[in-house]
């Protein structure tokens, strides 16, 4: 059921380095209506769907007075998302976009975050509305959102960066010739 990794026209991909970094635990996983990319949305706003995590019985313990809260952020594995590509072509804009810039699942650490609205709660198994990912996603976090620390509404995007990539490959020439005292080498 893994749909094949795309590559568009123009992007750059990377050799990934042979061993990671860090571990993780995964606490459960998370069950959407979603079996292919194609029929995700392409973030939790798009949808109305109810969506559930199923916290593993070794982690329910940490759900406690979870019921208190109307939000959640989940954060959770894009485990079927390309990790290699450092520049994409998004279908949104003309020309290429670095993968920082974008909220894509394809980057080197897949990890995606969403806002979502906790609907109830049985057991283990959270009632959720505001997910974006495949079914059988390997959930990694919950945590509280709240409007007072986490919501900023003076942030602004300029699409993902209009940035031509000459500048960009420039700034990262002339970085690659300072040592992080800033002295050239």
């Known amino acids: ?23 993780l635990y995964f606490i459960g996983h998370i069950r959407t209506p979603w079996a292919s990319r194609a029929e995700c949305p392409k973030n939790g706003l798009q949808t109305d769907a109810i969506c559930t995590l199923e916290v593993d019985a070794t982690f329910a313990p940490g759900l406690q007075n979870v019921e208190g809260v109307s939000h959640l952020i989940v954060l959770y594995w894009m485990d ?3 990790r290699d590509i450092v520049r994409q072509m998004p279908r949104h804009a003309e020309g290429s976009r670095g993968t920082f810039s974008l909220r894509s699942p394809a980057r080197p650490n897949p990890i995606a975050l969403s806002v979502v609205e906790l609907l109830g709660i049985d057991g283990p198994t959270l009632s959720v509305r505001g997910l974006d990912c495949l079914d059988g996603t390997p959930l990694l976090d919950i945590k509280p959102y709240y409007a007072t620390t986490d919501s900023r509404p003076d942030a602004t995007i300029d699409r993902a960066g209009t ?7 420039e700034a990262f020439e002339v970085s690659k010739t300072r040592d992080v005292s800033g002295a050239a080498r």
């Open 163 to 169: 940035a031509k990539t000459s500048e960009v490959s």
């Open 1 to 23: 059921m893994s749909d094949p990794i795309d590559r568009r026209p123009g992007e750059e991909t990377v050799t990934l380095p042979a061993s990671h970094d860090a571990g």
């Open 80 to 82: 079927r998302a390309a």
